[in-house]
Every structure is written in C-alpha cells, then in structure tokens.
C-alpha cells in the first residue's frame, strides 16, 4: 500500500480548509500515529497482542490537525 506524499501544496491546501488533502495529510501519518497509540497485552490464551488507546489516538489526531492549522514558513 503506498502512503500519499505531504507536499507543501497538499499542507497550504489543508491550512486553506481543504478537507481532502487534510485527509490525505492525515492518511500519511495513520501508521505512526497507530504505532504510537499502541500497548502490548497478553490475551486470557497467553498471546501476546497489541491494542489501541483510543484517547490517545484521537489525542494524536487532534494535535496533527492543530500542527496543519498552525503550519508557517519562516523565511
């Protein structure tokens, strides 16, 4: 599966309002920020398994949106 490139039109696009490449930006970072929610945990078979914190996911989310807004060039 090929993740979608952030280019600086796509990351302007998004500040601008842009709902899809705001998507797109978010698609990019989906993995990481899945892998950064994530905690190990046995399951009652002894398995070990990995699963999300939702709260920390959204958390995660929500700050990437925060960075797209707030996102300036600095000459």
Do not use: N, W
């Not at 796509?10 to 705001?22: H, P, R, T, Y």
């Not at 709260?55 to 949106?65: M, P, S």
């Not at 797209?68 to 060039?73: H, K, L, N, T």
């Amino acid at each position: 599966m090929k993740r979608p490139k952030v280019t600086y039109e796509v990351l302007m696009a998004a500040k601008k309002g842009d709902a899809d490449a705001e998507l797109s930006i978010m698609d990019a970072y989906e993995p990481y920020i899945i892998k950064l929610s994530s905690f190990p945990q046995y399951s009652r078979k002894g398995k070990l398994i990995y699963r999300i914190d939702r709260d920390l996911y959204l958390e995660l989310k929500l700050k990437l949106h925060s960075l797209i807004m707030d996102f300036a060039v600095r000459a």
